[in-house]
């Protein structure tokens, strides 16, 4: 791993895990998902189970954050701990800024500052989820793979083909 990436990991993970653990302590200000999880609920029945239980799931919320964030800092499994830190963050960010009191103007100023610090760190971490590391991507090993198979299929029914022809033909 390049020094860049073991010093900004930890770096960027550090945000989500304090926002994470923060959320942990406090799990009353889970209240800011209640109209989150009203809507959720009311879309599918499967998601119905979540209505009134707000509490859970800003703890399992948080919780994600703080898993996932400490495994992106450590540099295990960046592409996974980066992608849930990117769904995580953007439905924090979301509601946060959604809830966030704006009637005067610091207030107003405060919920932008906030929104822009939310939209840098969500860019920061996209980019993250796809950083491949020098190692090459899923998509391109199954693409790898795939023409070795097709490779090999077409090198064996020649090898059939031939023992089939030497067999009637001798």
């Keep these: 791993m390049s020094v860049v990436r073991r010093l900004a990991r930890p770096a960027l993970a550090?945000?989500?895990i304090l926002s994470g653990v923060d959320r942990l302590k406090d799990p009353a200000s889970a209240a800011h998902l209640e109209k989150a999880v009203s809507l959720a609920a009311s879309t599918s029945p499967y998601l119905s189970v979540?209505?009134?239980?707000?509490?859970?799931?800003?703890?399992?919320?948080?919780?994600?954050?703080?898993?996932?964030?400490?495994?992106?800092?450590?540099?295990?499994?960046?592409?996974l701990s980066s992608t849930v830190l990117l769904a995580t963050g953007a439905v924090n960010a979301y509601l946060e800024f959604m809830?966030?009191?704006h009637d005067s103007k610091e207030q107003k100023s405060a919920r932008v500052n906030n929104l822009v610090?939310?939209?840098?760190?969500?860019?920061?971490?996209?980019?993250?989820?796809v950083d491949t590391d020098g190692s090459p991507s899923l998509a391109w090993r199954a693409s790898k793979?795939?023409?070795?198979?097709?490779?090999?299929?077409e090198q064996i029914s020649s090898d059939v083909l031939d023992k089939a022809d030497n067999l009637f033909h001798s």
């Design 117 to 129: 610090k939310n939209s840098s760190l969500l860019g920061a971490i996209a980019i993250a989820s």
């Design 50 to 79: 979540l209505k009134g239980q707000e509490r859970l799931v800003g703890q399992a919320l948080a919780g994600s954050q703080v898993a996932a964030g400490s495994l992106f800092a450590l540099g295990k499994l960046p592409r």
């Design 99 to 101: 809830t966030t009191e």
């Design 14 to 16: 550090s945000s989500f």
């Design 145 to 153: 793979l795939s023409d070795k198979v097709a490779k090999k299929s």
